[in-house]
């Protein structure tokens, strides 16, 4: 049991990580054609960012945004929660405030990178017609995935 506990601590500070380097990097969509990324926050053209992004005043972007923000802060919230409750919690209880408090940063990050994903991974507007995903989008998803397991897990497991 303890090694479980030892292995979801540490799925879950990779996941903590990996979703403060996506919510920061501009890696989220590459250009095929030129030295050019984009991502939440910034522009970047063979190496000189600049904070003009071709879609800074759009009400999507201001909430994916959002909801990348709030899932780092739930997830740090989270892991603080289950820190927490690891010493002071009952034998035999569950998890319930950790796992419930992971999958509202699950949610935050569905809602995040679904709405980029709808309205800008898909090539559809005409500075990314020869463009792929970068290694930011793709660590979101990988986060989503890893926070939905860890969040079912928190809720399953019993502290022995």
């Avoid at 030892?6 to 799925?11: H, L, M, R, S, T």
């Avoid at 989220?28 to 053209?45: A, F, H, Q, R, Y």
């Avoid at 201001?62 to 034998?91: G, N, P, R």
Wanted: proline share 1%; hydrophobic share 50%; glycine share 6%.
């Amino acid at each position: 049991m303890l090694v479980l506990l030892a292995g979801i601590f540490v799925v879950h500070i990779a996941t903590v990580i990996m979703l403060f380097v996506s919510t920061i990097a501009n890696v989220w969509v590459v250009s095929n054609s030129t030295d050019e990324s984009v991502g939440l926050w910034k522009s970047c053209i063979n190496g000189s960012c600049s904070d003009s992004l071709p879609y800074a005043g759009e009400d999507a972007l201001k909430s994916v945004q959002a909801f990348m923000i709030l899932s780092v802060i739930f997830s740090v919230i989270s892991l603080v929660v289950f820190v927490f409750q690891l010493f002071t919690m009952e034998k035999g209880n569950r998890f319930f405030l950790s796992g419930a408090v992971t999958l509202v940063c699950w949610l935050c990050i569905l809602i995040g990178v679904s709405i980029y994903t709808h309205h800008y991974a898909g090539g559809s507007r005409d500075e990314y017609q020869s463009s792929h995903h970068g290694y930011c989008f793709i660590l979101s998803w990988i986060c989503f995935c890893f926070s939905f397991i860890i969040g079912i897990l928190y809720l399953v497991l019993r502290k022995k």
